[in-house]
Each structure stands twice: as C-alpha cells, then as structure tokens.
C-alpha cells in the first residue's frame, strides 16, 4: 500500500499539477498508484516480461533468450513466449515496453541497433494483436529514467539525467518533473555527446562520441579485453569521460543529478563515480550547475522492468493525449 508521506504527495502533485508538494518542492513525473502492467524489457541478449503491480512490485517474471536471428518472426516469437508464460498471472489492463532505440514516435516501428532482424518492426500493432491491452512503447533508457524517478535513486528530484553505460551508452532526461521526448522521441542521447573532439570515430558516424569512448564495446576495442578486466586507470578514464557529458548537459538544462546503471558503470564502482564527480566540477562552473552529483542507479536488476511499467503508467501521469509519443 502507498502510505508514505512521499508518495501521498506524488499522487496529489499529480491532480494538481500546480501544487508544488514535500518539503523541497518537488513533483514526481509519475503517480503514486497505478494500474497493474503487463511489463516488458527487450534486449539484444534477453527478452523479460513481468506482471508489476501498481506499487512496482515484481510477480511472475519470465526471461528467454533473444534469438540471435535475422528472422523478425523469430524475435517476435520469442517475445510472445515471455509474455504467455506470465500474462495469465495476473489482470493487467495495459502493456509497457521498454525496447533499445531508435524507433519511430511511440514505437510504432522499432529498429533497434542491437537487435538487427528488426527494422522498421511494427512492435506496438503485433503486441497489441497478442496482449490484447493498450501498448506502450518507448526507447529503453528513457524506460529507466522514468523508473529511476518513480521507485529509484532519482525519487523526488524534478531534474536529473539517467544513464546506461554498459554495451553501449543510452540516456533519458527529465526536466522539471518531465520526461524529455523530442521531435522523433529520441530526445536524452547522451552517448553521442562529443567529450574527446579528435577522439574516435562512432557507430553513429560522428566522431569523439561518449559512446565511442567509455562504451563496454569501446573500451575491449581500444584495450583488446572485455570492459570487466580493464585496469583502474580505464574504469577511472570511463568515468572522466562519463562526467564530462553530464557536465555539458547539466550546464545546458540546469539539472540535479545523474543517477547511472549499466553493467560498466557499476562494475567499475567507486572509481568511476569519483573520476566523473570530479569532472563534473571541473566542469561544471555556473552557480546552479557546481552542485550537480552523480550516483549509481537504485533500481538495480528491477531497473528495466520497472522502468517499462513506468512507460505505461506515464500517460496517467501527462493526463492528455494518448500518451504514445504520437504528436506529430
Ligand atoms: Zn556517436
């Protein structure tokens, strides 16, 4: 039952949005009590879907591998397999996804990088087609923002950037209780913000990119082992470079926090986080952006699930539209 303190708070910032609620001022970007979701985290090495109650708590979970096909139907199969052997355990009445990027506005097609047999896949209509629940679908780092900020080591702060730095480097942002979404829904990339100008060259054609530089891939590229054994003076450059980024973005919107998961990130520990704190206030000189603090993400192993769950409790939240980034 939500009975702290907190979360009443949440939920009647939420009804009035005016109202500026707690101690600090703050207003989360999600309700306090939602529906029960039929959540699902798709990844390049594994799909998992779960029934999250309207508190966040995990039941019935199920994970299979994601086939490592150039068949879509393959991929999709897989997928539906996760989701049958827990959708009959609970009654949830809506489906949040969170899915790697990019993807068209509300992930009406899905092309996700690490999953090459889908491009331009119809996700939110085939789902829908299987679930039978309205589906919800957004890019899976703005899934773990959103979690972070409901249930998670970013609870009560309005602005903040929250990162994954594992494989690759992906990123949501929210600012004044809001979830960034951009033009075509990508907005939060932050592993393509430029921290070494003559640095090397990145998926995305650019050039110097985070993502080119601290990535999981990046760092077995330039040290020709697996980001796990790199030497301390590598996790503690990872996290120079990781703090260089939310430096620049947190001069550019005036945010709090940088709450950070991903297998490197946490795998490097203490290291990592005091390199990029450093960086941060190396970097960081403007009155409002000198106290910005970077910390691990809360969430932990729930993080991804959770954050799809929030993904389909967002629209509650917007109270407007039909809360699947189709704007435009
Ligand atoms: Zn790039």
Same mark, same amino acid.
């Given at each position: 039952? +939500?009975?702290s303190t907190a979360t009443t708070d949440q939920a009647a910032a939420v009804h009035h949005p005016e109202r #500026?609620?707690?101690? +600090?001022?703050?207003?989360?970007?999600?309700?306090?009590?939602g529906p029960v979701v039929l959540a699902v985290d798709i990844g390049g090495t594994k799909i998992a879907a779960a029934i999250v109650d309207g508190d966040g708590r995990i039941g019935a979970?199920?994970?299979?591998?994601? @086939?490592?096909?150039?068949?879509?139907?393959?991929?999709?199969? /897989?997928?539906?397999?996760?989701?049958?052997?827990?959708?009959?355990?609970?009654? @949830?009445?809506?489906?949040?996804?969170?899915?790697?990027g990019p993807m068209a506005p509300g992930g009406r097609t899905v092309s996700p990088l690490n999953i090459p047999a889908w491009?331009?896949?119809?996700?939110?209509?085939?789902?829908?087609?299987?679930v039978g629940l309205p589906v919800f679908v957004d890019n899976d780092a703005k899934a773990l923002a959103l979690g972070e900020g409901w249930l998670g080591a970013a609870r009560g702060v309005q602005d903040y950037v929250a990162m994954v730095v594992s494989t690759g480097v992906g990123g949501g942002i929210v600012v004044?209780?809001?979830?960034?979404?951009? /033009?075509?829904?990508?907005?939060?990339?932050?592993?393509?913000?430029?921290?070494? @100008?003559?640095? #090397?060259?990145?998926?995305?054609g650019g050039q110097g990119c985070l993502e080119a530089e601290a990535s999981g891939l990046s760092i077995e590229a330039m040290t020709g082992r697996p980001a796990s054994e790199a030497e301390p003076s590598? #996790?503690?450059? +990872?996290?120079?470079?990781v703090g260089r980024a939310v430096a620049t973005v947190a001069n550019l919107l005036d945010l709090?926090?940088?709450?950070?998961?991903?297998?490197? /990130?946490?795998?490097?520990?203490?290291?990592?986080?005091?390199?990029?704190?450093?960086?941060?206030?190396r970097r960081a000189r403007l009155d409002f952006s000198r106290t910005t603090r970077i910390i691990p993400a809360g969430l932990g192993p729930k993080g991804p699930l959770v954050g799809a769950t929030a993904v389909a409790r967002r629209t509650v939240a917007d109270g407007g539209g039909d809360g699947r980034g189709d704007r435009r």
């Open positions: 039952m +939500a009975g #500026r609620s707690g101690p +600090a001022g703050v207003r989360s970007p999600l309700p306090s009590e979970e199920a994970t299979v591998p994601t @086939p490592a096909s150039h068949d879509p139907e393959a991929v999709f199969g /897989a997928l539906t397999t996760a989701v049958a052997e827990v959708r009959s355990t609970g009654d @949830p009445t809506r489906c949040g996804v969170g899915c790697g491009r331009d896949f119809p996700l939110r209509r085939r789902l829908e087609e299987v004044d209780g809001r979830l960034l979404d951009g /033009a075509q829904g990508n907005a939060g990339h932050i592993g393509h913000v430029v921290v070494e @100008p003559d640095g #090397r060259r990145c998926a995305c590598v #996790r503690r450059r +990872a996290g120079t470079l709090e926090l940088a709450v950070v998961a991903g297998s490197v /990130a946490l795998g490097f520990g203490e290291p990592f986080f005091v390199a990029a704190q450093e960086e941060i206030e």
